[in-house]
């Protein structure tokens, strides 16, 4: 945005060049301003546009800063998610949510892998969906993100059930 006004202003100040430039010089400057114009106007536009992140951790506190156990306890841990969808018994091998669910749930098993479980268990309505309704649906609920490394993981947390 400076360098749209910088440009506008250093195409106003005026020069020793003939006379036979200043036409060609003034259509210049009419260009940069309303070239400075239609920027400003697209940059408005442009912030008024998407809403303001939620990125838990990063732009507002972690609600859940142990992944799938943090919003899932009490009457709605994982258990009872689970065996509301006929799940089969997990039995006791599950000690750590959601890196133990993998030791079936693996991407080379015939099985669904758990990333494309979890995800279409939050979003599969869309914008409807509870999770993205009372959650923002961000991405930063079940994955923490290290704005240091980059590096994504994903949270974990131990069984409440
Ligand atoms: C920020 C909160 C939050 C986190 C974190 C979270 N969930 Fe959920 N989950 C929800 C909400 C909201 C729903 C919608 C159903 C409801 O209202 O309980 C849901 C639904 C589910 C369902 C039921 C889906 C259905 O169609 O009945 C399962 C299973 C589930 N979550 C598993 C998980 C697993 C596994 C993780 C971690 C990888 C996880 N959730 C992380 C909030 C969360
Ligand atoms: C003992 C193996 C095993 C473990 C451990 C396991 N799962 Fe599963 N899961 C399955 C199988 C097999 C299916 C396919 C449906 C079926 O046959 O029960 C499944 C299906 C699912 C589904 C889809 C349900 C549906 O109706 O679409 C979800 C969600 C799920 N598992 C989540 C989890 C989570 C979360 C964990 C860890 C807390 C977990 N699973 C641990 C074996 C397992
Ligand atoms: C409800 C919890 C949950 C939410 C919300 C979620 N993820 Fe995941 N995601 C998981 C889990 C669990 C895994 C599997 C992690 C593992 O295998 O160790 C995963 C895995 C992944 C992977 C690795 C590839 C794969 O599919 O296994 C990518 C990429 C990914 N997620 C991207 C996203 C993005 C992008 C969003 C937001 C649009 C998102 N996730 C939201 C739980 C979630």
């Known amino acids: ?22 036409h060609a010089r003034s259509a210049t400057l009419v260009l940069a301003a309303g070239l400075a114009g239609a920027w400003l106007l697209g940059a408005t536009a442009f912030a008024a546009d998407p809403p303001k992140a939620y990125l838990p951790g990063l732009t507002a506190p972690d609600e859940a800063p142990q992944g799938c156990v943090s919003c899932h306890k009490g009457s709605r841990n994982l258990k009872v998610m689970l065996d509301a969808l ?6 006791d091998k599950i000690k750590v ?15 669904e892998a758990l990333g494309p479980v979890s995800h279409s268990m939050h979003y599969a ?7 993205v309704v ?9 994955h923490a993100l290290s704005t240091g ?10 069984t409440n059930w």
């Open 97 to 111: 949510v959601p890196d133990d669910c993998k030791s079936c749930h693996e991407d080379d098993d015939e099985l």
């Open 86 to 91: 006929d799940h089969r018994d997990m039995g």
């Open 149 to 158: 490394t980059g590096e994504v993981t994903t949270k974990s947390g131990p």
């Open 125 to 131: 309505r869309g914008s409807k969906s509870d999770f």
């Open 1 to 22: 945005m400076r360098g749209g006004f910088f440009f506008a202003a250093a195409v106003a100040v005026p020069t020793a060049r003939s006379m036979a430039m200043i």
């Open 134 to 142: 009372k959650h923002g649906g961000s991405c930063l609920n079940c």
